[in-house]
Nanobody, 120 residues
Framework: QVHLMESGGGLVQAGGSLTLACAASGSIIRTYSMAWYREVPGNQRELVAI???????NYADSVKGRFTISRLNANNAVTLQMNSLKPEDTAVYFCNALIRVPAGSADYYWGQGTQVTVSS
């Protein structure tokens, strides 16, 4: 069983910063990638940033230059540093990880989501 725990959401004024954190726990053989997605009611969940165990990272065009994804703790934890926040960044942010468990194939796991609200 794998569990992803998120923290760090909240309310911030436009131009401010927030840091989201996510830690994976459980019987983990290998974490191939960790990512952040976000979802606004009525819209599809979208990829914000992803960091692979190779070290490569990709960002949505809308957050490039403002957000930074980092992996920590032997690669089973990830943070998302969000700077210069805009009202359009308001969403529920979800942690996602591609993880291999003992005696199983690699699967995607999701956190419960954390609300980020940016006021204008």
């Amino acid at each position: 069983q794998v569990h992803l725990m998120e923290s760090g959401g909240g309310l911030v004024q436009a131009g401010g910063s927030l840091t989201l954190a996510c830690a994976a726990s459980g019987s983990i053989i290998r974490t191939y990638s960790m990512a952040w997605y976000r979802e606004v009611p009525g819209n599809q969940r979208e990829l914000v940033a992803i960091k692979r165990d190779s070290g490569t990272a990709n960002y949505a065009d809308s957050v490039k230059g403002r957000f930074t994804i980092s992996r920590l703790n032997a690669n089973n934890a990830v943070t998302l540093q969000m700077n210069s926040l805009k009202p359009e960044d308001t969403a529920v942010y979800f942690c996602n990880a591609l993880i291999r468990v003992p005696a199983g194939s690699a699967d995607y796991y999701w956190g419960q989501g954390t609300q980020v609200t940016v006021s204008s």
